[in-house]
């Protein structure tokens, strides 16, 4: 399938790593030139290196902190206009409500919540303008699935989700799309360290962090990459007609209501 995204610019923060930088290198794969933003300039610049190995097309680096509103309204000026937009950057810490600090919630929604409010504001603007473009925001199923020892994430995430509706549900007026994706446990460093130190709080051994899976759908976790691929075809004119919505790709975990219960032994 063409998805008719050659020659288009992505704009894509949090590229350094995971589903960031599987993206990146989906939409490089689709011929798009690419404005990477993150924290690590060393990271970017091996993305960038080992892309331009591949395909011959224009990366643009943004190393820097995007937390603060000032970071994306000069993000979005050293742009300029982009075709699609992808709000990836961001971490917001697990904890319940009794372990999480003021300093952690604030932390956390700095860079992601606001982060993605605050882009969007700059980016939607300029799509608004010409009458054309793509606004993906990655989010994660614990805005719809609820978990209390990860309360700041589901409280976030469900703020994101409305968010991208709000603005999704009127956009396609002016000629713009506002997307949602939802990921459930997806492999990726960060999801990595969750296991381990879940395992650790309780297994007493981190190296244990494998037998989770087996509560999880499939026995296993999404892949980065097919976190990507939805996102390419949500960006792509094949989705003409998707706006104002979220898409959950987590196997199946929200529409059973949790990976930590058991599930139904496969025959």
């Avoid at 949602?180 to 244990?208: F, Q, Y």
């Amino acid at each position: 399938m063409d998805l008719q995204l050659s020659g288009k610019s992505v704009l894509i923060t949090g590229a350094s790593r995971g589903i960031g930088r599987a993206a990146a290198a989906t939409f490089a794969m689709e011929g798009c030139s690419l404005h990477l933003a993150a924290r690590s300039a060393g990271e970017i610049e091996s993305l960038r290196d080992e892309i331009l190995g591949k395909h011959k097309l224009e990366v643009t680096l943004h190393p820097g902190d995007l937390s603060t509103t000032q970071s994306m309204v000069a993000l979005a000026r050293a742009c300029g206009d982009v075709d699609i937009l992808i709000n990836n950057a961001g971490d917001i810490p697990a904890g319940s409500i009794e372990t999480l600090s003021d300093a952690d919630w604030r932390l956390g929604f700095d860079l992601k919540l606001f982060g993605y409010v605050n882009l969007t504001h700059e980016i939607y603007a300029r799509m608004k303008q010409r009458g054309s473009g793509v606004i993906i925001n990655n989010i994660g199923n614990s805005g719809e699935n609820w978990d209390y020892n990860y309360v700041a994430g589901s409280t976030g995430n469900a703020a994101i989700m409305a968010f991208t509706k709000a603005v999704g549900g009127v956009s396609l007026d002016f000629g713009v799309r506002v997307v949602g994706v939802n990921p459930g446990p997806i492999a990726t460093d960060r999801m990595l360290r969750m296991m381990k130190h879940r395992a650790r709080e309780k297994l007493g051994d981190e190296s244990r962090w494998r037998e989770y899976l087996r509560d999880y759908p499939g026995g296993r976790m999404g892949t980065a990459e097919e976190v990507a691929d939805l996102m390419a075809f949500l960006a792509s004119p094949r989705a003409g007609y998707i706006t104002g919505t979220i898409v959950t790709i987590d196997g199946g975990v929200a529409a059973y209501g949790s990976i930590i219960k058991p599930r139904p032994k496969r025959e």
